[in-house]
Nanobody
Framework: QVQLVESGGGQVQAGGSLRLSCAAS????????MAWFRQGPGKERELVGV????????YYADSVKGRFTISRDRAKNTVDLQMNSLKPEDSAIYYC???????????????WGQGTQVTVSS
């Protein structure tokens, strides 16, 4: 069972940047799609972006496209989320997730981190 631990959340002013990191307890490259989701107060959990199992292609939600970048370090078993040009509406708890089949729905992912809070002030 894969264990995921996020780090790097915090508070930043609008227009600023944060980098989140997700550390996995075992190898994920070639096995799991790795995704970042977020959930704001009173909102459903939504996909931020996903990186594929093997070729490291990425997909992003329209709301973050061009501002956020997902990358993975195979040697360290980590997946990072670089967030630039942050907006107040990006404030949420951010979760790292792993699943064998990927996709945009949370139900497709079997393993989740505990989440890390991101707060963007205007």
């Amino acid at each position: 069972q894969v264990q995921l631990v996020e780090s790097g959340g915090g508070q930043v002013q609008a227009g600023g940047s944060l980098r989140l990191s997700c550390a996995a307890s075992e190898r994920t490259f070639g096995i799991y799609y790795m995704a970042w989701f977020r959930q704001g107060p009173g909102k459903e959990r939504e996909l931020v972006g996903v990186i594929t199992r093997s070729d490291s292609s990425t997909y992003y939600a329209d709301s973050v496209k061009g501002r956020f970048t997902i990358s993975r370090d195979r040697a360290k078993n980590t997946v990072d989320l670089q967030m630039n040009s942050l907006k107040p509406e990006d404030s949420a708890i951010y979760y790292c997730a792993a699943g064998r089949y990927g996709g945009t729905y949370p139900e497709n992912y079997n393993y989740w981190g505990q989440g890390t809070q991101v707060t963007v002030s205007s």
